[in-house]
């Protein structure tokens, strides 16, 4: 099956650094997702963004499909920005709209 | 919030005993997943659902097993329970246009979770 792989696996910052994140994945893809696990476990969709740009406040990110990857940027960051942050790709030869998931990235903002 | 709730939040068990964890919505969504969540692991997929009876297994689905008779629910029961199965449950539904390819969409919202402990 498809491989995700994200880097880094652990980052700390402190507050007000900018930040990127990085997905890979090996394989064509039809949708791509960032999440951002709270503190409290809760799952909080970041972004659908299988090709191209979006920006939302402090919060932008990048897929290059052709190439394979995608870019998660946080500009800024808060202390609420801790967390763990996951890509998750839905493979184009798969079926049923399944979401394979990265390893995450652990995100401590310190004050 | 795309309207899911799991039950129950929280459950400590004991090993042989048979669990079912529910989840609900109420958007009347065709596609439900179940996910667990491990550490090192990020969330695998257990099961999922593409309509009322109409059910598949995910890459971890040993040891598992699921039942949907109506659109809004979605349950996942573990048999018999062992340590190994020790983890968070998350349900997810899969909001989407109703085309498939690259130029659908299908974006996924999770619940809750579902912290359950096997001792």
């Known amino acids: 099956g498809i491989q995700v792989e994200q880097s880094p696996p652990d980052l700390i910052l402190q507050e007000g650094a900018n930040s990127t994140l990085r997905c890979n994945f090996s394989d064509s893809v039809n949708n791509l997702q960032w999440f951002h696990q709270n503190p409290w476990g809760q799952l909080i969709n970041l972004f659908y963004i299988p090709s191209g740009t979006k920006q939302n406040g402090r919060l932008s990110a990048t897929t290059v499909a052709t190439e394979r990857y995608s870019l998660l940027y946080i500009s800024s960051s808060q202390t609420t920005d801790s967390g763990v942050y996951f890509c998750?790709?839905?493979?184009?030869?798969?079926?049923?709209?399944?979401?394979?998931f990265g390893k995450g990235t652990l995100l401590t903002v310190n004050p | 919030d795309a309207g899911i709730t799991q039950s129950p939040r929280h459950k400590v068990t004991e090993t042989g005993t048979p669990v079912t964890l529910r989840c609900h919505q109420t958007e009347n969504h065709r596609y439900m997943y179940w996910y667990r969540q491990d550490p090192g692991h990020g969330l695998r997929l257990i099961h999922y659902s593409y309509g009322v009876k109409d059910t598949d297994k995910g890459e971890v689905s040993d040891g598992y097993s699921v039942s949907r008779s109506k659109t809004e629910d979605f349950l996942l029961t573990l048999e018999s329970a062992t340590s190994s199965q020790t983890s968070v449950y998350f349900c997810a539904i899969s909001a989407m246009s109703g085309t498939s390819g690259p130029s659908s969409y299908n974006e996924q919202f999770f619940g809750p979770g579902t912290r359950l402990t096997v001792l």
């Open positions: 998750a790709v839905e493979n184009s030869g798969g079926s049923n709209y399944k979401l394979t």
